[in-house]
């Protein structure tokens, strides 16, 4: 039988799906043709059910992480399609990625730039 993860609101999600929808992911950017010099890894994925959010941590070795997380936003809606015609989301979803990395500081300042990109798009 498989584990279960408990999330933040008390909802169980599956290992197996998670692991699953990890690698969909994964091997959709990969086949990115714009994402072929960027180095980057998918560190996180958080699936909300019920707002339909895939949040999507990433994490840069040796690139730059405002350029790979603008690269990585013009597939969001691609990604979302991809995602729903695998059958992984029940409907088309919201895509953010993020950056997933131990340097709270930097975490901080890439939060305050997608909320300005978010209030432009607005």
Not at 21 to 49: A, G, H, M, P
């Amino acid at each position: 039988m498989e584990k279960m993860l408990l999330t933040k609101k008390g909802k169980s999600i599956n290992r197996k799906n998670d692991r699953e929808l990890l690698l969909t992911v994964s091997v959709f950017l990969l086949n990115q043709e714009e994402l072929r010099k960027q180095f980057w890894t998918v560190k996180s994925i958080n699936y909300d059910k019920v707002v339909q959010v895939v949040k999507i941590g990433i994490n840069t070795t040796n690139g730059k992480l405002g350029t790979t997380l603008a690269k990585l936003r013009k597939t969001s809606r691609n990604l979302s399609d991809y995602l729903y015609d695998q059958g992984i989301t029940f409907r088309k979803t919201k895509i953010v990625f993020y950056v997933d990395k131990e340097d709270i500081e930097i975490e901080r300042i890439y939060n305050l730039l997608s909320n300005i990109e978010n209030k432009k798009e607005d």
